[in-house]
């Protein structure tokens, strides 16, 4: 099941807010820039619903004083753009960060530093959107940007090459994302002090990017070391330290440390409850990981009951038509499937399947995950001919939208192959495990699984199948090392 991946400001993957030059004096103006630092205030506290009637009137109030192409209205767009796309609003935004960006353009040349931050933005919300191929070029072109107006050892370049990797990261892309990353790690340790926070962000990412190609011995000390710059430099309570935390245990999970893993997750919640109050988007965060940590502990009630809470929380502040809405919606279908409550699990699957093709397309990473799980639980009930068309379509898309060696592509294989082993399909099976395997994710269970049907079968030789779950084992043994 699909876990919710962090993005908050220690990830190097968060929206750039432009800076607001002054508006000149006016009363109006004036009014525009208070309601401005409230819209940041309510940003900060996650009231998103109260902050975008805000940040309408201070588009409104400029466009009337300075004209519809200021760079202060520039400015507002921008902030309502963020708005809208924290919500799941992709349409109402991209036009607005679209008009940001000509308006920048026009009044600093296009090699400004404002322009780079818009071309970032841009790139944030087709990223979001699983629009890799559209968001690359932006990225590269900030990057080049930062580049030439501050130098390429500059702290405000680490940032954008953590972007730019970032985006190779979601995508699979291991190998080009890692030498930006660590390209970012020696800018910053160059150039700032060795107990700075952004060194703390980078080590993280870089950790992050291990973690997600299961090199755990590698990824932990870095993890480490970003949590320790991190609590020195704010205390052990700040928010920041909650997602290092978060991150931290999430390897852990990975693992299968649960024991490691759960006074980590309880930590990271009780910060988030003290720092933001009980019903905070990002206490949602911490309620949804803490409850998949018990799901995969077979603590289904527990797992369900914190998945009911965070649903409550982020229904609250983003309606029911929000991506994360959806992720969530997944995630508690996934606990009653686990319980064996099928006629629970399914509507909520469904709904999240709904959600996120309204919201974000049907050619996106996450909508072929919620085809996969809805595939699952058919398969569950051993209703192959609803599940195979799901897993099929699940495949297709993530093989056209991510890295081919990306895990996800991976787990669509292994989950197809799966299925046809439970159908006697063992030819079709042992063809996609073999092809999982080849891609650095050998499902070890499914793998020797498919074998022993093989050999009952008469489709291989003991001898052969003998050969091949050794090398399953000693694989599974190496990567666990």
Same mark, same amino acid.
């Given at each position: 099941?699909?876990?919710?991946?962090?993005?908050?400001?220690?990830?190097?993957?968060?929206?750039?807010?432009?800076?607001?030059?002054?508006?000149?004096?006016?009363?109006? &103006?004036?009014?525009?820039?208070?309601?401005?630092?409230?819209?940041?205030?309510?940003?900060?506290?996650?009231?998103?619903?109260?902050?975008?009637?805000?940040?309408?009137?201070?588009?409104?109030?400029?466009?009337?004083?300075?004209?519809?192409?200021? !760079?202060?209205?520039?400015?507002? &767009?921008?902030?309502?753009?963020?708005?809208?796309?924290?919500?799941? @609003?992709?349409?109402?935004?991209?036009?607005?960060?679209?008009?940001?960006?000509?308006?920048?353009?026009?009044?600093?040349?296009?090699? @400004?530093?404002?322009?780079?931050?818009?071309? %970032?933005?841009?790139?944030?919300?087709?990223?979001?959107?699983?629009?890799?191929?559209?968001?690359?070029?932006?990225?590269?072109?900030?990057?080049?940007?930062?580049?030439?107006?501050?130098?390429?050892?500059?702290?405000?370049?680490?940032?954008?090459?953590?972007?730019?990797?970032?985006?190779?990261?979601?995508?699979?892309?291991?190998?080009?994302?890692?030498?930006?990353?660590?390209?970012?790690?020696?800018?910053?340790?160059?150039?700032?002090?060795?107990?700075?926070?952004?060194?703390?962000?980078?080590?993280? %990412?870089?950790?992050?990017?291990?973690?997600?190609?299961?090199?755990?011995?590698?990824?932990?000390?870095?993890?480490?070391?970003?949590?320790?710059?991190?609590? #020195?430099?704010?205390? !052990?309570?700040?928010?920041?330290?909650?997602?290092?935390?978060?991150?931290?245990?999430?390897?852990?999970?990975?693992?299968?440390?649960?024991?490691?893993?759960?006074?980590?997750?309880?930590?990271?919640?009780?910060?988030?409850?003290?720092?933001?109050?009980?019903?905070?988007?990002?206490?949602?965060?911490?309620?949804?990981?803490?409850?998949?940590?018990?799901?995969?502990?077979?603590?289904?009630?527990?797992?369900?009951?914190?998945?009911?809470?965070?649903?409550?929380?982020?229904?609250?502040?983003?309606?029911?038509?929000?991506?994360?809405?959806?992720?969530?919606?997944?995630?508690?279908?996934?606990?009653?499937?686990?319980?064996?409550?099928?006629?629970?699990?399914?509507?909520?699957? #469904?709904?999240?399947?709904?959600?996120?093709?309204?919201?974000?397309?049907?050619?996106?990473?996450?909508?072929?995950?919620?085809? %996969? %799980?809805?595939?699952?639980?058919?398969?569950?009930?051993?209703?192959?001919?609803?599940?195979?068309?799901?897993?099929?379509?699940?495949?297709?898309?993530?093989?056209?939208?991510?890295?081919?060696?990306?895990?996800?592509?991976?787990?669509?294989?292994?989950?197809?192959?799966?299925?046809?082993?439970?159908?006697?399909?063992?030819?079709?099976?042992?063809?996609?495990?073999?092809?999982?395997?080849?891609?650095?994710?050998?499902?070890?269970?499914?793998?020797?699984?498919?074998?022993?049907?093989?050999?009952?079968?008469?489709?291989? !030789?003991?001898?052969?199948?003998?050969?091949?779950?050794?090398?399953?084992?000693?694989?599974?043994?190496?990567?666990?090392?």
């Amino acid at each position: 099941m699909q876990h919710m991946r962090l993005l908050a400001a220690i990830t190097g993957l968060a929206i750039v807010f432009v800076a607001m030059p002054s508006a000149g004096s006016g009363q109006s &103006l004036k009014k525009a820039e208070i309601l401005h630092k409230k819209v940041s205030e309510l940003y900060d506290a996650g009231k998103y619903d109260e902050a975008l009637p805000l940040a309408q009137q201070v588009l409104s109030i400029r466009e009337k004083a300075l004209g519809p192409n200021h !760079p202060d209205v520039a400015a507002s &767009l921008n902030s309502l753009a963020l708005l809208y796309q924290d919500q799941g @609003h992709y349409v109402d935004a991209e036009p607005l960060y679209k008009r940001s960006l000509a308006i920048y353009e026009k009044a600093f040349g296009s090699n @400004h530093r404002n322009v780079a931050a818009l071309l %970032n933005n841009l790139a944030e919300i087709y990223r979001d959107q699983g629009r890799y191929a559209d968001a690359e070029p932006l990225y590269k072109r900030s990057l080049a940007i930062w580049e030439r107006s501050l130098g390429r050892n500059h702290p405000d370049v680490a940032a954008s090459l953590n972007n730019l990797a970032g985006l190779y990261q979601a995508q699979g892309r291991y190998a080009d994302a890692e030498p930006l990353f660590r390209r970012s790690l020696a800018v910053r340790e160059k150039s700032l002090h060795p107990g700075h926070p952004n060194i703390a962000e980078s080590l993280h %990412n870089l950790a992050a990017l291990y973690k997600d190609q299961g090199h755990y011995v590698d990824a932990e000390p870095l993890y480490k070391r970003s949590l320790a710059i991190l609590e #020195k430099s704010f205390g !052990p309570d700040h928010p920041r330290v909650a997602t290092s935390l978060n991150d931290l245990a999430e390897m852990y999970r990975d693992q299968g440390r649960y024991a490691h893993a759960e006074p980590l997750y309880k930590r990271s919640l009780a910060i988030k409850e003290k720092s933001f109050g009980p019903d905070h988007p990002k206490v949602a965060i911490s309620l949804n990981n803490l409850a998949l940590l018990y799901q995969d502990q077979g603590r289904n009630v527990d797992a369900a009951r914190l998945f009911k809470r965070s649903l409550a929380i982020r229904k609250k502040f983003f309606g029911p038509d929000h991506p994360d809405f959806a992720r969530l919606l997944n995630n508690l279908a996934g606990s009653y499937q686990a319980q064996g409550r099928y006629a629970d699990a399914e509507p909520l699957f #469904k709904q999240s399947l709904a959600i996120r093709e309204r919201s974000l397309g049907p050619d996106h990473p996450d909508f072929a995950n919620s085809l %996969n %799980n809805l595939a699952g639980l058919y398969q569950a009930q051993r209703r192959y001919a609803d599940a195979e068309p799901l897993f099929r379509r699940s495949l297709a898309i993530r093989e056209k939208s991510l890295h081919p060696g990306h895990p996800r592509v991976a787990r669509s294989l292994n989950d197809l192959a799966e299925m046809y082993r439970k159908q006697g399909r063992v030819a079709e099976a042992l063809r996609l495990v073999r092809t999982a395997a080849d891609m650095g994710f050998d499902r070890r269970d499914t793998h020797l699984a498919v074998l022993t049907a093989a050999v009952t079968t008469s489709f291989i !030789p003991d001898t052969d199948a003998f050969s091949e779950s050794y090398k399953v084992a000693q694989r599974v043994v190496s990567s666990a090392a």
